[in-house]
């Protein structure tokens, strides 16, 4: 399951710029890449904070929640 991929070596965040471990799924992009959601669902967060820098979080409607943080800029979607 998804358990098996959670990340347990520090991962180099360039934009945190700062070696960190998350708990679940670490996917690595370019920065500027694009970024899309793993299904539809709901925006219920785009915000920053100080240990995760720009994050989106979407709740699907299978219960799941997905977050997409360490973004290099702010994305242009609303909550709702």
Known sequence: ??????QV????NQTMQKLETV??????AKIGQDVFAAESGTV?????????GVVVTIKH???FV???GNLDKKLNVKIG
Not at 1 to 6: E, H, R, Y
Not at 44 to 52: I, K, P, S
């Open 66 to 68: 997905t977050v997409y």
């Open 23 to 28: 708990e679940g799924m670490y996917i690595n």
């Open 1 to 6: 399951g998804f358990s098996d991929l959670a």
């Open 9 to 12: 070596e520090p991962t180099d």
């Open 44 to 52: 219920v967060a785009n915000t920053t904070a100080d240990n995760f």
């Open 61 to 63: 409607i299978n219960g």
